[in-house]
């Protein structure tokens, strides 16, 4: 007894909590480094996915910033500006063009300024008038519009009914003095010369404000619409507004000024600084990624320098399919294919690519259609009356003949086609078809013979887009891995709180236990001390 009190260190003030922790800490030892393992797992995991996103959103940023994938290495110029500007629309660019440009005459509004009058709260009529307002067609006289002026009878009521109209405004201009003023009453439709119109009163009595005491004798002051001229290499076009567009496919010319004497010079060129920026966005992209999924995938004997993702397939294969792009053939942007080694990137032995410079360099300047190539998208078609819609993800890139060879039967590459409501429609598979837009001229029209070429390419900047906007896909196999992996943290906190519960009570029960223990060798050593007691004293009176 003497010797276990001892031991356990009894009567010295043993901490019997520290005690008891120290013992259900240790008997649950083994599982608790299980579960912090898992953790800890878990977690590189969902950092590892984290720096890769984060490469790959900056990749995505970085593409987006050159612009469409499909007319940024084109730049249309004009050699005056300020009498003719070009752009380009619908996401294509035109076949190359030079060519010379005289502004006749620019487009015009029509309008009308009604004559003034001294007041806006005047009644437009006479007392106990009646009268109507008309817009009318200038040529042919028809009445366009007509309002009541018993009900429109002040003249800001009459401008807000007009402005409620398609393809008019109408103000309110202030003139005269700060003591005298007078208003008048600014009509404006469309330019071009079929939106010119007139005004026209129709009264019981005579206007109280518009013709009568006030501006006797003043007249509307009209405006005809005129229509804009341009000649195109001495070839004339019209137009309702000074904007021509599709002259040239997925070309708009702005008339902004009479030209006069010297024409401007108009064509389209390769933009060789963005198509370098092109080039350099592509080898720091690519490589940051490379290197940031090797750095997460990397194998080591020593488990401190593995990566969290040293085993995972998905992102091993998001590296092989970033190497294979190195090597993809792109078709479909003219009747040759090209790779990207052509225009000086090759591979590196670390799976990183390097741009010859002076290779690039050179075929820039001497072959700039075989870069534009390469980096940039094509979605071309020679007639101006078809338009690309869309493609599947998967549609095959190259050139496709469409015909037309009867009022309803049309073919793409030989094979049938369906059209329906101005939609001309390739391929059953979503993911594989064509889509695209007929003018009504000839889809619906009579014409039984025709035929021109689409020309369908997906340069680098867009593949490597829509690859990058796959891996950011929530629904992506990168993207899963940090589901699975949060999934498994909610598993391993619900497992450290049954095992925290566990601690608990082992460690309640051990001191409940260790307190009894206690308790008992306080008795024995009370027992201890007593007898010692007795026999000092029995000694004590043997020798008396």
């Known amino acids: 007894m003497v010797d276990l009190i001892s031991a356990l260190g009894a009567g010295s003030g043993i901490d019997i909590k520290k005690l008891a922790k120290n013992l259900s800490d240790a008997t649950h030892a083994s599982e608790q480094s299980q579960l912090n393992s898992k953790k800890k797992a878990a977690e590189a995991r969902i950092s590892s996915v984290g720096k890769i996103m984060s490469t790959v959103n900056d990749f995505t940023d970085a593409l987006k910033s050159l612009g469409n994938s499909s007319t940024f290495q ?67 006289g028809a009445t366009l519009q007509e309002f009541d002026l018993s009900t429109y009878n002040t003249l800001p009521k009459l401008r807000d009914a007009i402005n409620a109209l398609t393809g008019y405004t109408a103000s309110i201009i202030q003139g005269g003095t700060s003591t ?191 870069v534009e190539a390469v980096l940039a ?30 009022s309803t039967t049309w073919s793409i590459n030989g094979q049938d086609a369906q059209y329906a409501n101005g939609i001309l429609k390739f391929g059953n598979d979503n993911a594989s078809s064509l889509s695209l837009v007929v003018s009504s001229e000839l889809g619906d029209s009579g014409v039984t013979s025709f035929s021109t070429k689409l020309n369908y390419a997906k340069g680098m900047i867009e593949r490597f887009s829509d690859m990058l906007t796959d891996v950011a896909n929530t629904n992506s196999s990168i993207q899963k891995i940090t589901a699975v992996a949060t999934t498994e943290i909610t598993k391993i906190n619900t497992g450290q709180s049954n095992l925290n519960n566990k601690m608990t009570a082992l460690n309640n029960r051990y001191v409940k236990q260790f307190a009894t223990m206690q308790t008992f060798i306080t008795q024995a050593n009370d027992t201890k001390k007593s007898l010692t007691s007795m026999m000092d004293a029995w000694s004590n009176s043997m020798k008396g």
């Open 377 to 406: 998208s094509k979605r071309q078609i020679l007639d101006t009356r078809i338009k690309f819609g869309s493609a599947g993800a998967s549609f095959p890139q190259g050139v496709y003949e469409i015909s037309k060879t009867g």
């Open 74 to 140: 084109r730049i249309p110029t004009s050699s005056d500006t300020t009498k003719v500007k070009v752009n380009f629309i619908d996401g294509t660019i035109p076949p190359t063009f030079n060519s010379t440009v005289k502004v006749v005459k620019k487009a015009i509004e029509a309008s009308v300024i009604m004559p003034k009058i001294s007041s806006l709260e005047a009644n437009l009529l006479s007392s106990g008038a009646t009268g109507n307002f008309k817009l009318v067609n200038t040529d042919t």
């Open 180 to 370: 005298t003023p007078h208003y008048y009453l600014s009509i404006k439709r469309d330019s071009g010369a079929a939106n010119s119109f007139q005004t026209q009163l129709s009264t019981s009595d005579s206007m109280q404000n518009f013709a009568g005491t006030v501006v006797a004798g003043d007249s509307p002051t009209t405006t005809a619409g005129q229509d804009a001229e341009i000649q195109i290499d001495g070839i004339s076009i019209t137009s309702a507004t000074n904007d021509f567009k599709n002259i040239l496919p997925g070309l708009q010319i702005t008339a902004v000024d009479t030209t006069g004497a010297t024409d401007a010079l108009i064509s389209s060129k390769t933009d060789t600084a963005t198509l370098s920026n092109a080039i350099s966005t592509v080898v720091v992209g690519f490589n940051a990624l490379v290197k940031t999924i090797q750095s997460e995938t990397a194998y080591s004997e020593d488990p401190t320098k593995r990566g969290a993702l040293a085993n995972n397939s998905s992102v091993k294969q998001l590296l092989n399919n970033l190497q294979k792009f190195t090597t993809q053939r792109i078709s479909g942007y003219a009747s040759t294919s090209h790779t990207m080694s052509e225009i000086g990137i090759s591979t590196n032995k670390d799976g990183t690519i390097s741009l010859n410079e002076r290779t690039f360099a050179k075929v820039l300047r001497d072959s700039p259609l075989t």
